[in-house]
């Protein structure tokens, strides 16, 4: 059995299926939570939305909004979502957070944008407290592209999520101490096996090659697990977590 042979295996033996990573996650909480006094499953998708406001700011912002107008709306939107009756709407036969949310928004701005255009910025709306650049920022940063406004919202959703899961994976590197190797070993996320010059790398390791390698299965490894984890976090039921990662990444190659 060759090398490579051994170490898909242990990949196939070590990285939790769909199965294995869905435990009781924030949307699920939400979908389970129906009675009128559900605090977990209220903080549970404060939660959500904090993570992954932008794709609807952009979606706003496409629909023609201005920026203020948008980051008005967005607002608007999570207070109405966050409301006493938002578990109405959520709906255990479409159990995507990215699908619940684009169809709840959409409804909204369709009967609602006029009345909360209408209020005072920031006057008695409940604020969710959206962390990183602004959507103006992000937007400018972002290649001006074609497709439909739902593919878009998924392209931003994809990678508003795999940002996350960078995120996190440099968190748990900073944690152990071990930033300075995360920054050099972070390129190789986004390089084909073939592509890492493992005795570069080892040289900026003060390792060796060998070691290099390791460090760099292991990184795509833990990348590969939270990113389930992630996607976990958004799906209603376990079976989802691989079909939506196989639609994600059509998304971001669309």
């Given at each position: 059995?060759?090398?490579?042979?051994?170490?898909?295996?242990?990949?196939?033996?070590?990285?939790?299926?769909?199965?294995?990573?869905?435990?009781?996650?924030?949307?699920?909480?939400?979908?389970?939570?129906?009675?009128?006094?559900?605090?977990?499953?209220?903080?549970?998708?404060?939660?959500?939305?904090?993570?992954?406001?932008?794709?609807?700011?952009?979606?706003?912002?496409?629909a023609g909004h201005s920026p203020a107008d948008a980051e008005d709306l967005t607002q608007a939107f999570f207070e109405r979502?966050?409301?006493?009756?938002?578990?109405?709407?959520?709906?255990?036969?479409?159990?995507?957070?990215?699908?619940?949310?684009?169809?709840?928004?959409?409804?909204?701005?369709?009967?609602?944008?006029?009345?909360?255009?209408?209020?005072?910025?920031?006057?008695?709306?409940?604020?969710?407290?959206?962390?990183?650049?602004?959507?103006?920022?992000?937007?400018?940063?972002?290649?001006?592209?074609?497709?439909?406004?739902?593919?878009?919202?998924?392209?931003?959703?994809?990678?508003?999520?795999?940002?996350s899961v960078l995120d996190r994976l440099a968190g748990e590197?900073?944690?152990?101490?071990?930033?300075?190797?995360?920054?050099?070993?972070?390129?190789?996320?986004?390089?084909?096996?073939?592509?890492?010059?493992?005795?570069?790398?080892?040289?900026?390791?003060?390792?060796?090659?060998?070691?290099?390698?390791?460090?760099?299965?292991?990184?795509?490894?833990?990348?590969?697990?939270?990113?389930?984890?992630?996607?976990?976090?958004?799906?209603?039921?376990?079976?989802?977590?691989?079909?939506?990662?196989?639609?994600?990444?059509?998304?971001?190659?669309?």
């Open positions: 059995m060759s090398s490579r042979d051994s170490t898909d295996r242990r990949d196939s033996e070590t990285s939790p299926g769909a199965s294995a990573v869905f435990v009781t996650t924030r949307w699920s909480v939400v979908l389970s939570a129906r009675a009128a006094d559900a605090p977990a499953a209220e903080q549970a998708l404060e939660e959500l939305c904090r993570a992954y406001w932008y794709p609807l700011y952009a979606h706003v912002r496409r979502l966050l409301a006493k009756d938002w578990l109405a709407a959520a709906d255990r036969g479409r159990g995507r957070f990215r699908s619940f949310l684009l169809g709840a928004l959409k409804h909204f701005l369709a009967n609602e944008w006029d009345k909360a255009r209408a209020r005072k910025r920031g006057g008695h709306l409940r604020i969710v407290p959206l962390d990183g650049p602004s959507g103006e920022d992000r937007l400018r940063r972002e290649p001006v592209g074609g497709g439909s406004p739902e593919q878009a919202f998924d392209r931003r959703w994809a990678l508003t999520l795999l940002d590197y900073r944690a152990a101490g071990k930033a300075a190797q995360f920054a050099r070993l972070k390129p190789a996320l986004g390089a084909d096996r073939s592509e890492v010059d493992y005795a570069q790398l080892s040289r900026e390791l003060a390792v060796s090659e060998g070691a290099a390698r390791v460090a760099v299965h292991r990184l795509r490894r833990r990348y590969r697990e939270l990113l389930r984890e992630e996607i976990a976090q958004t799906v209603g039921a376990a079976d989802e977590v691989e079909a939506e990662l196989r639609h994600l990444f059509a998304a971001l190659s669309s």
